[in-house]
């Protein structure tokens, strides 16, 4: 068992994009879900964090507005709206799963123990 993002792919400066994660086969019911992305060379930095209760937190100011967390726990879901993309939103997107129930106030990866495999976001003209 094993999180998996999808959704990634090529797009364009000012397109859309929505990235998608199941954590199906994880108990998430007590434990926060995040979305961090990585360039090569780059630290892991967190993008969105969604506690227990449904509420997001969003690490970068430049992305709140853009960017939409959504964790649908009936489904085991979770999903990252990303509109208005920038080249600099070029990366690798995973999502994980945290060691506790609350969104920590910065998006370090330690807070997370449960990892998937990225998908690859590319904006690009």
């Known amino acids: 068992v094993q999180l998996q993002a999808s959704g990634g792919g090529l797009v364009q400066p000012g397109g859309s994009l929505r990235l998608s994660c199941s954590t199906s086969g994880f108990n998430t019911d007590d434990r926060a879900i995040a979305w961090f992305r990585q360039v090569p060379g780059n630290l892991r930095d967190g993008v969105a964090c969604?506690?227990?209760?449904?509420?997001?937190?969003y690490w970068v100011d430049s992305q709140q507005g853009r960017f939409t967390m959504h964790r649908d726990n009936a489904k085991k879901m979770v999903y990252l709206q990303m509109n208005n993309v920038k080249p600099e939103d070029t990366a690798v997107y995973y999502c994980a799963i945290g060691h506790f129930d609350f969104c920590p106030n910065t998006g370090h990866h330690s807070a997370f123990g449960i990892w998937g495999r990225g998908t690859l976001v590319t904006v690009s003209s």
């Open positions: 969604s506690n227990i209760a449904g509420v997001t937190t």
